[in-house]
Nanobody, 125 residues
Framework: QVQLVESGGGLVQAGGSLRLSCAAS????????MGWFRQAPGKEREFVAA????????YYVDSVKGRFTISRLNAKNTVYLQMNSLKPEDTAVYYC??????????????????WGQGTQVTVSS
């Protein structure tokens, strides 16, 4: 069993930056691909970014490319989401998730086995 705990959310003005962290329990973290998803009020949860177990491969939804960076530090069982040039439309609850199967990066939320509780990000205009 893996437990994921997100932190780093908050209120920021448009154009500002935040860094989200997701701390994982368990020894198998370094073998899991990790993803970040978000859910805005009244909308379905959507994929934001993912990173392979090694950190070599990453993938982003088009709307955050060039602004967000996903990274991981396996020695600390932590994955990060650096968010720059934030926009009001980035306002959402952000979730990290772990994919326990040995496959490539996936954007499909049902491929992820473990989820954190979420952290709120609010971007004011």
């Amino acid at each position: 069993q893996v437990q994921l705990v997100e932190s780093g959310g908050g209120l920021v003005q448009a154009g500002g930056s935040l860094r989200l962290s997701c701390a994982a329990s368990g020894r198998a973290f370094s073998t899991y691909a990790m993803g970040w998803f978000r859910q805005a009020p009244g909308k379905e949860r959507e994929f934001v970014a993912a990173i392979s177990w090694s950190g070599i491969s990453t993938y982003y939804v088009d709307s955050v490319k060039g602004r967000f960076t996903i990274s991981r530090l396996n020695a600390k069982n932590t994955v990060y989401l650096q968010m720059n040039s934030l926009k009001p439309e980035d306002t959402a609850v952000y979730y990290c998730a772990a994919d326990a199967l040995p496959r490539g990066i996936t954007t499909y939320e049902y491929d992820y086995d473990y989820w954190g509780q979420g952290t709120q990000v609010t971007v004011s205009s």
